[in-house]
């Protein structure tokens, strides 16, 4: 039951499931669950379920397919003796053709309302690893993030590595260089490094601690035409490999020396 501070989203739920009931017959079915963390008196818990809808009369199909993979964070209370659900949002979803496959590559996560996507599209051409998939596409006021995780994390809220892309129709500094400096001095860093910097572009390493774990990261950052575009590689420091990183940073390289010359 949703706490009584949370009730619209119990409405907005309910609504949208009756208005779906109308039209479809909808099967689903768990594909995975984690719980994150648990005490006395709250827990966390993802879950993935994945959803198929069929139309209970023919002549309601427009063409529209709803068919998807999605995956939810949960946050329940206990309070007064009571369990309640205080928050419930959808942190990732894949898109399926009608037959319930998983469509391919980019396909399968960005929506049909991406406005910046076509935008980003030739920096992930350049910037890419192959063990590394589409798994979510996350969309704001100004800014659109799409990212790749390993194929066994696809699901998962957390990603041992993870490689994102982010559109931003403004820079959250005046210059590239003040950009940079925000990154390094706004979090509490073992390492950083700047490995190249201009008035359009910059690519630095850091490294920190999250969760008493040492995290790697790979940051490059292009202005475009007064936006910026953002590639950000993250993984854990224990599991971070010299040809993965080097290939990376050679990519990210020549993405910068693409917009150069554009």
Not at 202 to 208: A, G, N
Not at 243 to 260: D, G, P, V
Request: aromatic content about 12%.
């Amino acid at each position: 039951m949703f706490h009584p501070d949370s009730r619209d989203i119990s409405f907005l739920n309910h609504f949208s499931l009756m208005m779906n009931f109308q039209i479809y017959n909808i099967t689903s079915e768990i594909l995975h669950m984690e719980i994150l963390d648990v005490n006395e008196n709250t827990a966390t818990l993802t879950y993935t379920r994945k959803h198929i809808y069929t139309c209970i009369q023919k002549e309601d199909e427009n063409g529209t397919n709803p068919n998807n993979i999605s995956s939810y964070y949960v946050k329940v209370v206990l309070e007064n003796k009571r369990i309640w659900i205080e928050k419930y949002s959808r942190y990732s979803e894949l898109f399926l053709d009608l037959e319930g496959n998983l469509y391919l590559g980019e396909e399968a996560v960005v929506p049909p309302s991406a406005q910046y996507f076509n935008q980003m599209e030739w920096f992930i051409q350049i910037i890419k690893q192959e063990h590394l998939k589409p798994a979510t596409y996350l969309m704001y006021d100004g800014s659109e993030m799409i990212g790749y995780y390993p194929i066994k994390e696809r699901y998962s809220y957390y990603s041992t590595e993870k490689l994102t892309f982010d559109y931003f129709e403004e820079m959250d500094a005046d210059t590239m260089v003040q950009h940079t400096e925000y990154l390094i001095d706004s979090n509490e860093l073992e390492t950083s490094k700047i490995i190249q910097q201009d008035d359009q572009h910059s690519i630095i390493e850091l490294t920190f601690m999250s969760n008493h774990t040492l995290q790697y990261e790979l940051i490059c950052s292009v202005l475009v035409n007064n936006n910026l575009l953002m590639a950000r590689y993250l993984i854990n420091e224990e599991k971070r490999e010299k040809s993965i990183q080097n290939s990376l940073i050679e990519q990210m390289i020549q993405a910068t020396k693409r917009n150069a010359n554009e």
